[in-house]
């Protein structure tokens, strides 16, 4: 059978099971969890992947699963996988009241898709004509939120990561896997149905934690230290630091003040930060991490107080890799039309599948179905087919793509691709990072 009848067969496959796919992904969406704790998520898919006579391992990461789809022969093994959790994003129409998780970033399209493919090439009954396995990954806390939570995780052992990715790489899960596929949702623009490639900022991240000393703040607020005036002043040396960036560096940082004080009439003697530092590449957001750390102890040394400057791993850079992406974009363009899929430049958000892309040839296209901008109150589906359907059938016609043929495409791929690290070197970096003074 060609790649083309094979292709045919899961697209068929997956329009039959096309109001079931929306349906999953709708759930999902309207009962949004953030990171490490999407236990509703996770069942769903486990339930799912039940359904499909899948075996599976559940748990990773603390909610994320693994299914296998075996092959004819075991040559290649690609993980497809699909982002459980939402962001915060409380004035979302559909967020959670409670913890103000809203889907407005589009992973339930992620989910809803990964398992679109697997329905596909079940139904399709394709995989005796492959040679690799195919991997169903549902994984958690792609959005690095919480972060003064998920650092009380980090301390008690639970997690050592922000991102679901980088968690599943220490704890090996990913050591059978030899490339990944996965994409992301996006708004539709004219000539944007698609957009394939490029690369995305990389990031770490910070917890901050200013302590002065509490005073009556209208009695005696000259007995105080105050450590919000620190947190400002700290504030300002970031800002006044922001011209040394360079351009080509792609530099983003954005703090916030996640506890000001306890009273408004007492002296703030515990003030607490969060702060991302992105850019293009690692030694770049490095250098501006050291400034960064400058600027925050100088504001405490300016009033007396003191700083405590946490370092946690953030993701590292986006590289898609070519030779996957161009197989995508050919088969994405069957669907959408060549004319509606553009080339990706550089992007200044981060992902943990950048973290994925270092040990392994990895692609994160984005399709379009959604209207508004992402992370917003106005993110919505707004064309239910291409934010759902399309990209589960873009990724199953590239996965027969990479294993047909004796997974000749994948097989090549594979081994023309140096690993930017090794798991062992990628794990020692981070582990250098945190350890060395901030």
């Given at each position: 059978m060609t790649k083309q009848e094979l292709k045919a067969k899961v697209l068929q496959a997956i329009d039959r099971r096309r109001d079931e796919i929306i349906a999953l992904g709708e759930q999902i969406r309207l009962n949004p969890e953030l990171g490490?704790?999407?236990?509703?998520?996770?069942?769903?898919?486990?339930?799912?992947?039940?359904?499909?006579?899948?075996?599976?391992?559940?748990?990773?990461?603390?909610?994320?699963?693994?299914?296998?789809?075996?092959?004819?022969?075991?040559?290649?093994?690609?993980?497809?996988?699909?982002?459980?959790?939402?962001?915060?994003?409380?004035?979302?129409?559909?967020?959670?009241?409670?913890?103000?998780?809203?889907?407005?970033?589009?992973?339930?399209?992620?989910?809803?898709?990964?398992?679109g493919v697997g329905m596909g090439l079940i139904d399709a009954n394709v995989m005796p004509h492959l040679a690799g396995d195919v991997v169903l990954m549902a994984v958690p806390a792609e959005e690095p939120v919480e972060i003064e939570w998920r650092q009380r995780m980090r301390e008690m052992g639970k997690i050592s990561f922000l991102g679901g990715k980088q968690e599943l790489i220490k704890l090996g899960a990913l050591d059978d896997i030899d490339m990944t596929i996965m994409f992301h949702s996006t708004s539709t623009a004219p000539g944007r149905h698609a957009v394939v490639g490029g690369t995305a900022n990389g990031f770490i991240a910070k917890f901050i934690r200013y302590r002065g000393k509490?005073?009556?703040?209208?009695?005696?607020?000259?007995?105080?230290?105050?450590?919000?005036?620190?947190?400002?002043?700290?504030?300002?040396?970031?800002?006044?630091?922001?011209?040394?960036?360079?351009?080509?560096?792609?530099?983003?940082?954005?703090?916030?003040?996640?506890?000001?004080?306890?009273?408004?009439?007492?002296?703030?003697?515990d003030v607490r930060m969060e702060t991302y530092v992105r850019g293009r590449t690692m030694p770049a957001i490095l250098d501006a991490s050291r400034k960064v750390n400058r600027a925050l102890r100088a504001g405490a040394l300016?009033?007396?107080?003191?700083?405590?400057?946490?370092?946690?791993?953030?993701?590292?850079?986006?590289?898609?890799?070519?030779?996957?992406?161009?197989?995508?974009?050919?088969?994405?363009?069957?669907?959408?039309g060549a004319e509606n899929v553009a080339t990706g430049g550089h992007g200044t958000g981060s992902s943990d599948i950048g973290d994925v892309m270092h040990i392994m040839p990895a692609i994160h296209p984005y399709v379009g179905g959604a209207a508004g901008a992402g992370h917003t109150k106005d993110y919505t589906v707004a064309d239910p087919e291409l934010f759902y359907i399309v990209p589960a059938k873009a990724m199953a016609m590239t996965i027969i793509d990479l294993l047909a043929d004796g997974a000749e495409e994948a097989l090549n791929i594979k081994r023309n691709y140096p690993p930017l690290l090794t798991k062992e070197e990628y794990l020692r970096q981070w582990e250098e990072f945190c350890s060395a003074e901030a």
């Open positions: 490490y704790k999407e236990h509703k998520t996770a069942a769903l898919v486990e339930k799912t992947y039940e359904a499909l006579g899948l075996k599976h391992t559940r748990g990773l990461a603390i909610t994320g699963s693994k299914a296998e789809i075996p092959g004819a022969e075991q040559r290649v093994r690609i993980a497809v996988m699909g982002e459980l959790d939402a962001v915060v994003c409380p004035e979302h129409p559909d967020a959670d009241p409670e913890t103000g998780a809203a889907h407005s970033c589009g992973h339930n399209a992620q989910v809803a898709a990964m398992l509490e005073a009556h703040a209208g009695g005696a607020p000259h007995l105080g230290i105050n450590a919000l005036n620190a947190a400002i002043l700290g504030l300002q040396g970031i800002h006044a630091n922001r011209e040394t960036f360079k351009d080509e560096d792609t530099i983003r940082i954005h703090p916030i003040i996640t506890k000001g004080g306890d009273l408004v009439n007492i002296i703030p003697a300016a009033v007396g107080a003191e700083v405590d400057i946490i370092e946690i791993p953030g993701f590292l850079p986006r590289v898609n890799n070519p030779d996957m992406s161009e197989i995508f974009r050919k088969n994405v363009a069957e669907l959408v």
